[in-house]
């Protein structure tokens, strides 16, 4: 009795400890995350001080170290956008493609194999696809075809922003396919349906919410992408539809910015907490709508 009673004390101090463990991770979590929100949330209300917010979420033009200073955002967004855009264009098709195909008809060993291949992409530093856009992608592939594309383009930079989030759409996407009941594709070939009116009437109907979603998360990471845009898109300010020019987008703007020139006290600086927040609020809201379009379409099968 005295064995097994101490068994049972080893046991349960052993669960506290795990327990204290996972609260502390989670605290941990949630500190970091309210950590950030203050930090920018302090700098950025110095900087609307100064700058009027009808003025920054208007404005047209974008240079806060020039004379006369000006810090109209639209240029910077739309670069962000346009881009972004151009990523989830190339990524959706490719991406669900690629679940498609590892969810209904590779086999299962052409699927251990295609599957950690294709996620070693998302491990793949993004200064590299960087480079790679530029010394190659630009070049070679787009100036050929595209007469008139600059060097730095946002053509070239989302097309490669694309090539880097393929992973997030394929993976998630085909996880909700997989997730997709067994009796469905059964009763559906019962019915004398083909392999493809399975995958494309039932499977993927099915799985829409998770593809969706999917979709929306790869958007948010293109619009948070930093080196491949810093280096490909350029690091001028440009409100314009022509995709061959050069762009700046918000997260290389904060690069430039970071870079220690601007000094710290100035308004100048503070930009660079009005974007970040800026940034936060708009991947905020992408994640906000995944989260409602998972639950709005989310099929529950018994």
């Given amino acids: 009795m005295a064995t097994t009673s101490l068994r049972l004390h080893r046991r349960r101090t ?4 795990i327990k204290g463990a996972l609260l502390a991770c989670g605290v941990v979590s949630v500190a970091t995350t309210v950590g950030i929100i203050l930090s920018l949330a302090f700098e950025t209300v110095e ?9 920054f979420l208007t404005g047209t033009r974008w240079a806060p170290t020039f004379s006369p200073s000006s810090f109209g955002v639209l240029p ?3 670069a962000t956008l346009v881009i972004a855009g151009i990523a989830v ?3 959706t098709p490719l991406g669900l493609g690629a679940a498609i195909y590892l969810s209904e008809y590779a086999r299962p060993k052409t ?5 950690p291949t294709l996620e070693v992409l998302a491990g793949i530093p993004t200064v590299v696809f960087g480079y790679f856009g530029l010394l190659f992608v630009t070049p070679e592939l787009i100036q050929p075809l595209v007469p008139g594309t600059q060097v730095f383009n946002a053509l070239a930079a989302g097309i490669v922003v694309g ?4 992973p997030v759409v394929a993976s998630i996407s085909e996880d909700a396919m997989r997730a997709v009941p067994r009796s469905l594709r059964e009763a559906a070939y019962g019915m ?7 995958a494309t009437k039932v499977v993927v109907p099915a799985a829409l919410s998770g593809i969706a979603a999917a979709v929306i998360l790869a958007l948010s990471r293109a619009v948070g992408e930093t080196m491949i845009v810093t280096i490909m898109a350029g690091g001028q300010p440009n409100l314009t539809a022509d995709v061959r020019q050069g762009m700046q987008t918000m997260t290389a703007y904060i690069v430039q910015a970071s870079l220690g020139d601007t000094p710290q006290t100035s308004i100048a600086y503070k930009t660079i907490f009005a974007l970040g927040s800026t940034l936060f609020v708009m991947t905020l809201t992408l994640n906000i709508i995944s989260t409602s379009i998972v639950r709005r379409f989310r099929e529950r099968y018994e």
């Fill in 14 to 17: 052993g669960e506290r400890v």
């Fill in 47 to 55: 900087f609307f001080r100064a700058v009027p917010i009808l003025d």
């Fill in 76 to 78: 910077l967004v739309a």
């Fill in 89 to 91: 264009a190339v990524a």
């Fill in 111 to 115: 699927r251990k194999i295609i599957k």
């Fill in 163 to 166: 090539i880097a989030i393929i």
């Fill in 192 to 198: 004398g349906a083909t392999k493809r009116t399975v």
